[in-house]
């Protein structure tokens, strides 16, 4: 079995040639809406950890959004929308295609030969939204009609509380696992037996937050993942 990592909003750079359509939005990119914080670390962590590839992209959501099919609503933010169509194009075809093609290359090459892959997203999200607190540590996001991505889900719930009790996590929240999005593409592809993709969602209190509990908070994420995976190892 192959595993592939990957983070869609690891960073909230905007190119040079953007730059001055978000001039004024600032504040904008350096909030939840500009990038997930915390979530690169993550899946560096985790690739490091597998030895597993690694596909991120550290350029800001709020030009294009990766985790989003292009014919979604809010695949541009409401600065990027108002790009010309011409130019709105040459975003995709420069940042949106090259980082999909990677991903959906990886799972073709790791199930051409009948082989599997777990695809493993990492993400963050804000502690408060709309006024509301959201009281999770983490989730874990996965498409309950796919038993592979239920089974991993379920172990890796358990070995999370066997190793740190006091951790709040809940699956499928603050999302829907199958909700548009990468794994959602990928699962319409791929069968059950050979694709498995599950995203990852931390609340950015913890990366936020103390610096030596993140790290250990990244450590048992990890180390319960690989028990999940592999629970004889």
Not at 91 to 100: A, F, I, K, N, S
Not at 102 to 110: I, K, L, N, P, S
Request: a positive charge; one cysteine or more.
């Amino acid at each position: 079995m192959k595993v592939i990592i990957t983070c869609e909003h690891g960073g909230n750079r905007i190119p040079a040639k953007y730059r001055p359509l978000f001039r004024k939005h600032r504040a904008l990119l350096e909030s939840h809406r500009g990038y997930d914080p915390g979530a690169l670390a993550l899946a560096r962590d985790f690739a490091a950890a597998l030895d597993a590839e690694l596909v991120y992209s550290t350029t800001s959501r709020l030009l294009v959004e990766l985790n989003r099919s292009r014919h979604h609503p809010r695949l541009f933010s409401e600065v990027s929308r108002d790009l010309p169509g011409d130019e709105r194009q040459r975003v995709l075809e420069r940042y949106y295609e090259p980082y999909r093609s990677w991903v959906d290359e990886q799972v073709r090459q790791a199930t051409s030969g009948g082989g599997s892959i777990v695809h493993l997203s990492c993400h963050s999200f804000t502690p408060r939204l709309h006024g509301v607190e959201r009281r999770t540590d983490v989730g874990l996001l996965y498409d309950p009609g796919r038993s592979g991505e239920l089974r991993l889900c379920l172990a890796w719930q358990r070995a999370l509380s066997a190793a740190a009790p006091k951790l709040k996590v809940r699956r499928n929240y603050p999302y829907r696992g199958y909700n548009d999005g990468v794994t959602t593409s990928l699962r319409r592809r791929y069968g059950d037996a050979l694709y498995a993709g599950v995203e990852l969602e931390v609340n950015q209190k913890h990366p936020l937050g103390d610096a030596a509990g993140w790290r250990a908070l990244r450590t048992t994420l990890v180390t319960a993942f690989i028990q999940a995976l592999c629970p004889s190892c």
